[in-house]
């Protein structure tokens, strides 16, 4: 999990009226629209079901501590999403004692290796990367106009880039993938091959990849990767990653059609999995 810094999350709070409307315009979806399509639920019957639900950031000061403004952050997605939501005035064990003892349906907190979700009552542990992984997917299918028989190649074969790889096979998407280590990239395709029985294509060099694919989607950390060669006037890019990986010449050709935050749409998906249930 990439480790974000306060100016990933510092002015999420204030600009997610204004996110809404941007992805409405690229996908005709809000970011609660985005994730219950991530899910697979209804957006009504959510939209209806997040004021009866409470929440809560626990701050987790172990490891690299607690990142400023990342628990606000989170509390304000959950918040701007319909569900009562605040922070615990305990941090690590005695914050996630405090969440029970508080009843909260559902309980966040993140640590230097995982961000989770997890509800009170249900059992479930939703894992931001799988839920960024399905929401991105999701965005990027809208932006699409669907997946099926479509050709969209991940970069990047980490955790995030192997659930996105996945969810774009099960929704019919032809996929391909690259990886600065090869390795990962073969071990992937053999994977989806044992798992779906799908064929993954996988290419050798993302500086040999010309303008030939429908979609991208960019599981990277790394930036300036993605070239004016790699895209096209009607390329669609769901980026995930932080930084993002698109220089400033390929993202003047690719226009509206371009997706990124650092957590809003991962936290949106989180939130729709776990209360998915209750």
């Known amino acids: 999990m990439t480790r974000l810094t306060k100016a990933d999350v510092i002015n999420i709070s204030a600009e997610l009226g204004t996110y809404d409307k941007e992805l409405l315009k690229k996908t005709e979806c809000t970011l609660l629209g985005i994730a219950c399509k991530a899910v697979g639920v209804d957006e009504i019957v959510v939209a209806n079901a997040m004021g009866s639900l409470t929440t809560c950031v626990v701050p987790m000061d172990c490891g690299q501590g607690t990142i400023e403004g990342f628990c606000d952050a989170v509390k304000q997605i959950v918040q701007h999403l319909g569900c009562k939501a605040f922070i615990t005035s305990h941090y690590d064990v005695s914050g996630i004692a405090e969440a029970f003892e508080k009843k909260c349906d559902i309980i966040f907190f993140a640590d230097d290796y995982r961000f989770v979700a997890i509800t009170r009552n249900g059992g479930r542990v939703v894992d931001n990367t799988l839920a960024t992984a399905k929401g991105f997917v999701a965005g990027l299918s809208l932006m699409m106009g669907g997946l ?69 989607f960019d599981a990277t950390p790394a930036a300036e990767i993605i070239e004016p060669q790699h895209v096209n006037n009607h390329t669609c890019v769901s980026a995930p990653g932080v930084p993002h990986g698109v220089c400033s010449r390929a993202l003047e050709i690719i226009g509206e059609r371009f997706l990124h935050d650092s957590l809003q749409i991962g936290v949106a998906t989180m939130l729709v999995e776990a209360a998915k249930g209750l």
């Not at 190649?153 to 995030?160: E, P, Q, S």
């Not at 996105?164 to 099960?170: H, P, R, V, W």
């Not at 019919?172 to 395709?189: T, Y």
């Open 148 to 216: 099926a028989d479509r050709w969209v190649l991940v970069i990047g074969c980490g955790r995030v880039g192997r659930y996105a790889a996945f969810s774009l096979i099960e929704q019919g998407a032809r996929v391909a993938v690259c990886d600065i280590e090869h390795s990962r990239a073969l071990d992937l395709a053999a994977e989806a091959d044992n798992l779906y029985h799908a064929k993954i294509q996988v290419e050798d060099r993302l500086e040999e990849i010309s303008a030939k694919y429908d979609g991208l």
